[in-house]
């Protein structure tokens, strides 16, 4: 067969290909619209390729339909990012120590970062000081549906459980081997732009607090 004939036979099997795709991609749960806008720009490297008059081997996934395929790609990656569990918390959020009010005794965290993971799961990460100056560093990943999830890390707690109250809320509670060591609450900003937590405990040395930390989203 020659490669004109070739071509004729590709060319509706890429358009068949690009409706596939769309149709499954508006039927997706988001945890799949973020898997297929990791892997569905990978297609077009896996298409046949030819070798050109001068040798040159050239994919027969034509210009056009890899625009198509990546265009998709990146709408559903932006549907995924949007609306996932995380909502308007998910992003690196930094401390502004001006407008905080950190409990003596306590941990500062000056950097969190929200991230979104498959199948509705969200990690969370904090880098900041302890009460001595030293620095920390913890890492947490779970739902947010009220269930006791491992965090990484942390001297004062080893679970951590977060609960959902809107878009833009999370209340959390921490425990160490199977005590409260302290509650809290997340609000995110109507605007998005800031949060605040509320947190409310007991220091190692059996001391009550309360921290107040305002924090900022970082703009990438």
């Given amino acids: 067969m020659s ?3 070739e071509r004729l036979q590709i060319i509706p ?3 068949a290909l690009f409706s596939f795709l769309f149709q499954w991609g508006m039927r997706a749960d988001l945890a799949e619209a973020a898997f297929f806008a990791r892997t569905a720009s990978k297609l077009i490297h896996q298409f046949p390729v ?3 008059v001068d040798l040159r081997r050239k994919s027969l996934l034509d210009a056009g339909m890899k625009i198509k395929i990546i265009a998709l ?4 990656l932006f549907a995924a990012g949007t609306a996932f569990a995380g909502g308007p918390l998910i992003g ?3 401390l502004n120590e001006a407008g905080s009010n950190i409990a003596p005794g306590t941990t500062k965290n000056t950097k969190v970062v929200y991230d979104d993971l498959l199948g509705d799961r969200i990690k969370v990460e904090t880098w900041g000081v302890d009460a001595a100056g030293k620095k920390t560093h913890t890492e947490w990943k779970g739902k947010f549906d009220g269930q006791d999830y491992a965090v990484k890390g942390d001297p004062t707690s080893d679970m951590r459980a977060y609960t959902k109250v809107d878009d833009h809320t999370v209340t959390m509670v921490s425990k160490k081997a199977g005590k409260v060591v302290n509650t809290g609450r997340v609000e995110v900003s109507a605007d998005g ?3 605040k937590v509320t947190l409310n405990g007991t220091t190692p040395n059996g001391k009550k607090f309360k921290t107040v930390a305002v924090y900022q989203k970082q703009l990438l």
């Fill in 3 to 5: 490669h004109a004939a």
């Fill in 13 to 15: 099997a890429e358009h």
């Fill in 50 to 52: 030819e070798k050109s």
């Fill in 73 to 76: 790609s990146l709408g559903f």
């Fill in 92 to 94: 690196v959020w930094r």
């Fill in 193 to 195: 732009k800031s949060r």
